[in-house]
């Protein structure tokens, strides 16, 4: 048996950034940014209001000083002449401040008749200026490797970059294997049951960026695992269900075999998960996850997720954990890797009392994994814990 | 002007749940649940073998013990006789435990010399036997409202539910307002800027539940809002992006008034953000967002979502809010409360120094909001803060 870590690392071998393609911005959010790109602007372009008010040319006011209102600036329609000292040009929120200008007094502190504002007291100290390129300068850029948020959709918006070069999504093709398996809407027969795992982890690897098949379910059979396995070429990624492990009847290592597998291990030291296949075939990375519902979700999070950051272009590693504090004790755990299905609740998490990996009604309940090291001693509420968020 | 919280159980009452609709479970995944859905089976259906190994008839064994191995069960493939004392049944991970049996000696623990086993020494204690209905059973359920996740989707499958019941995409048609604004990819006059806040609050909507309908920029006359105002009709919710401050060249309010809004307040004690607008059109919700960049994608996330949850049936609310160590200290807040754009790096936070609510720089950088109360005393660092994870 070889540890997660050690796992992990294999794992990561597996993969390589995957080529870039354009897509328009109203399609970029969740997106991997390809390539740094540079605004091709300033923003904002012009020293702009902050506030809807008067600008005028000097800094220092006081109150009673006065000044003839000469014009108007509005967003999107700038003042074309100079502010003089003794005038103010009535201006509005966004306006490009007019030549000469230093100084928006808001129209809260004037009071107007005709064209003459005078300041009232207890003037606002604020000038109430954006400067031009206060947000960013021409060239520069938004940095990639970067998952793109709905905020950087808006900067690059505001760059005037219509079109952004994202990562293409990685494809990855999904065969549940197991004679016990229907698919959800068929009838099973008294000793089958429902593929799970395979719409699951195709959910959790789209939210990720993939791009996924669903292949049929192959049966414990070499030709119908032959024909699955074939159905997956041209994807970037392999992933297979079951069949992993020791017993009798998995035979997706042997199969796979046949058909070009160069395996890189198989068993790791964790639970749920110990039997795990990771490989190359026929040009793909494929790993091959234990059929037990749990096990395969926990192992798509443990180690297919980093896999997928790193066809992406993203530094790939192990899930992002942090320390939380256990609100109720744990015993001592083996001598494998534990994920213990956990609820986190305000600052504190907790172990959920089942840890079978079986129970999906657990993981479906859980929004944490305690990560618990090998041989972890006996915990008390109150330590510390090292948590992944779900 | 009304306090934050005042103006969002203003905004909450605009919403109510949607209808609902059924999709395939492949496509369920982040939906929002609309009823209850039960299980159509027991999960296990069968008490089933946890492990690679020989079932037997009783509990109690010991070294030494020997066994004639009648009969084979494979995970899919039932062994239909009864084992007794001295019998077992080879059985394989998934498989139905035999009828009579009540225990798998793992394999591990066994040596075999044609169909005689015989247990060796250290014999692991497990009974390695998930019984019947240990996950759930006919007729649980998974309790709607409920967004649901891929560990959602793969206890559905299991269920055998193909088909779910979730709350169809509430429509949010987005229109941004002024004369300063040019769509990206346009070529802006000197003084234009892009309009970025249109696009980055459709991809947060979208990620939050919604469908969008990206609507024409409106340009500061009552024709132009009139026209885009109309092209919203039919949606869940207009969402309208500037032109609802005090300036005289801020008309939405005005044109959508005489276009039958019912407006319930317009101000809110918040930074960024004071000029909020929300109320009825034509049927449909409608919340004037403020024009500044920030401003219109914290008010998005601070009133937009919340309603959006209304809209899917979750029981919408502030949005969560945890509590966190300052890492570095922060002056006194004003009266209104403020949305300060800050980092969360490790277990602790700090606001950025830049707050002006034009700089969407700071936004892409930020991962948290800190919400200050009104008056909020200058704190220090260690001190704990309300925190928004972005």
């Known amino acids: 048996m070889i540890s997660v870590a050690e796992a992990l690392a294999e794992v990561l071998k597996l993969g390589a950034p995957v080529d870039a393609e354009m897509?328009?911005?109203?399609?970029?959010?969740?997106?991997?940014?390809?390539?740094?790109?540079?605004?091709?602007?300033?923003?904002?372009?012009?020293?702009?209001?902050?506030?809807?008010?008067?600008?005028?040319?000097?800094?220092?006011?006081?109150?009673?000083?006065?000044?003839?209102?000469?014009?108007?600036?509005?967003?999107?329609?700038?003042?074309?002449?100079?502010?003089?000292?003794?005038?103010?040009?009535?201006?509005?929120?966004?306006?490009?401040?007019?030549?000469?200008?230093v100084r928006v007094i808001i129209q809260e502190d004037v009071t107007r008749e005709g064209d003459k504002i005078t300041l009232k007291g207890d003037l606002d100290g604020g000038?109430?200026?954006?400067?031009?390129?206060?947000?960013?300068?021409?060239?520069?850029?938004?940095?990639?490797?970067?998952?793109?948020?709905?905020?950087?959709?808006?900067?690059?918006?505001?760059?005037?970059?219509?079109?952004?070069?994202?990562r293409r999504r990685p494809v990855v093709a999904i065969i549940a294997t197991g004679d016990e398996l229907v698919s959800p809407g068929e009838t099973p027969r008294d000793d089958q049951i429902i593929a799970s795992n395979s719409l699951g982890l195709a959910a959790l690897f789209q939210r990720a960026g993939a791009a996924t098949r669903l292949l049929p379910i192959a049966k414990d059979t070499p030709?119908?695992?032959?024909?699955?396995?074939?159905?997956?070429?041209?994807?970037?990624?392999?992933?297979?269900?079951?069949?992993?492990?020791?017993?009798?009847?998995?035979?997706?290592?042997?199969?796979?075999g046949t058909m070009g597998l160069e395996r890189e291990?198989?068993?790791?030291?964790?639970r749920p998960g110990k039997p795990l296949m990771a490989g190359r075939i026929g040009g793909m990375a494929m790993i091959?996850?234990?059929?037990?519902?749990?096990?395969?979700?926990v192992c798509g999070e443990v180690f297919v997720l980093p896999l997928l950051d790193r066809f992406l272009g993203l530094t790939a590693g192990a899930r992002r954990r942090v320390q939380m504090t256990l609100s109720e004790p744990l015993e001592s755990n083996s001598h494998r890797e534990h994920y213990m299905r956990a609820a986190i609740d305000g600052d504190a998490v907790k172990a959920f009392a089942r840890q079978d990996s079986s129970l999906l009604t657990v993981l479906a309940r859980a929004n944490a994994l305690i990560v618990r090291p090998p041989n972890d001693p006996a915990r008390a509420a109150g330590e510390m814990v090292e948590v992944i968020r779900l």
Chains 1, 2 share one sequence.
């Not at 602007?41 to 006011?61: I, L």
């Not at 200026?129 to 206060?134: D, H, L, Q, Y």
């Not at 291990?265 to 964790?270: E, N, T």
């Open 127 to 166: 000038h109430h200026v954006r400067p031009a390129g206060g947000d960013f300068k021409i060239g520069d850029v938004l940095s990639a490797p970067r998952r793109l948020t709905s905020f950087d959709v808006a900067l690059l918006a505001s760059m005037n970059v219509p079109r952004v070069p994202v």
């Open 223 to 256: 030709a119908s695992l032959e024909m699955a396995l074939s159905l997956a070429a041209g994807s970037d990624l392999l992933v297979t269900i079951g069949g992993a492990s020791v017993g009798d009847h998995d035979i997706v290592a042997e199969v796979a």
């Open 23 to 101: 897509v328009p911005l109203s399609e970029a959010d969740g997106r991997v940014l390809a390539e740094d790109v540079a605004a091709t602007r300033n923003q904002p372009p012009f020293s702009a209001s902050a506030m809807d008010g008067y600008a005028v040319s000097t800094e220092k006011v006081a109150e009673g000083d006065s000044f003839s209102v000469i014009g108007e600036a509005a967003a999107g329609h700038r003042f074309e002449g100079l502010v003089s000292a003794g005038q103010a040009v009535r201006i509005f929120t966004g306006a490009p401040l007019p030549e000469g200008g």
């Open 265 to 270: 291990f198989y068993k790791v030291a964790m």
């Open 288 to 297: 091959g996850l234990p059929g037990n519902p749990v096990s395969s979700m």
